[in-house]
């Protein structure tokens, strides 16, 4: 088998710290938002168990930064979203100040589809801020991806050569704006869109990796997924192989949803480096292939 002939070719096993990486899930929010997010989060129930689950770094923002850095992060995306109307504008102009102070930033932003002035301030962070692209999060945001209201900024990121990540898949929640059948009709109906799909489609894990093959621009992040007690309790039984992971090495990428997450940062790799797969698999999924799409030359 193919994984099996890597793993014979790789006779060594790495360590975290082994690489570089690009984290291309990286979540920043102005403080005041971060800290509500953060008692969502931790919000409890009747019997006063948490409702979410812990978040691990809770830091002021610098500190969020030198988090990272010490865990060898060289570039990090800034995703964010709005949760309800007039706040979009306020997080991207928070984002523009951020990154023109942290230059190994790769500023995204976001979009409310109520804003009435939505059209314009997307065409200042792609033409003026010089974003990289957008997040949305039909989940929280409560909207389907191929809302028609969303029609003009699809263009514009279209046009701008600019990307979109989406949280599309089930997992951890689900409503009814999420799900493989919402994003492929999304998709369908803008197949040229660059597009990054968050914790790799989960739990729909093989339709969304089946779409790799028919999408170009197409690519799925890690985030979450790889890691030794995941959250996410379907995981084990659906998530990808090695050999899937090798075949499609090219449209995958590392991400981690740092600072949201219940556990230590290097947890987030560490399910990938027990696979023992070789250095140059690595290389792409935590480095490179983020490096090619986002123009990091």
């Known amino acids: ?146 809302d028609e209201r969303m029609d003009e900024i699809y263009k514009l990121i279209i046009d701008r050569g600019k990307w979109l990540n989406i949280h599309a898949g089930t997992a951890p929640y689900r409503n009814k704006y999420v799900g493989f059948d919402n994003f492929q009709k999304f998709i369908e109906k803008y197949p040229n869109i660059n597009v990054i799909v968050a914790h790799m489609g989960a739990f729909e894990y093989q339709k969304f990796l089946k779409l790799l093959d028919i999408y170009d621009n197409l690519y799925l992040d890690t985030t979450m997924i790889f890691i030794p007690d995941n959250i996410f309790p379907e995981r084990k039984s659906r998530q990808p192989t090695p050999e899937q992971l090798i075949s499609y090495e090219n449209k995958i990428l590392f991400g981690s949803d740092f600072p949201n997450i219940p556990y230590k940062y290097n947890y987030s790799t560490q399910g990938l480096l027990e696979f023992d797969l070789s250095h140059d698999f690595y290389e792409k999924i935590f480095f490179s292939n983020a490096k090619r799409i986002f123009n990091m030359f």
Request: hydrophobic share 35%.
């Open 1 to 146: 088998m193919l994984y099996l002939k890597y793993a014979l070719l790789n006779s060594m096993s790495y360590t975290h710290m082994d690489f570089e990486y690009i984290d291309s899930h990286v979540h920043l929010f102005p403080p005041e938002i971060f800290k509500a997010i953060w008692r969502f989060f931790e919000r409890r129930d009747d019997e006063g168990k948490i409702r979410g689950w812990p978040v691990e770094y809770k830091y002021p923002t610098e500190e969020l930064i030198s988090t990272l850095k010490k865990h060898n992060v060289q570039y990090f995306t800034t995703y964010n979203y709005a949760h309800k109307k007039g706040v979009a504008e306020y997080i991207n102009d928070w984002i523009r100040e951020f990154a023109l102070n942290n230059k190994n930033s790769i500023p995204f932003g976001c979009v409310w589809p109520e804003d009435n002035n939505r059209v314009d301030y997307i065409q200042k962070i792609f033409d003026t801020y010089n974003f990289q692209g957008i997040k949305i999060q039909p989940l929280v945001q409560k909207f389907y991806p191929f």
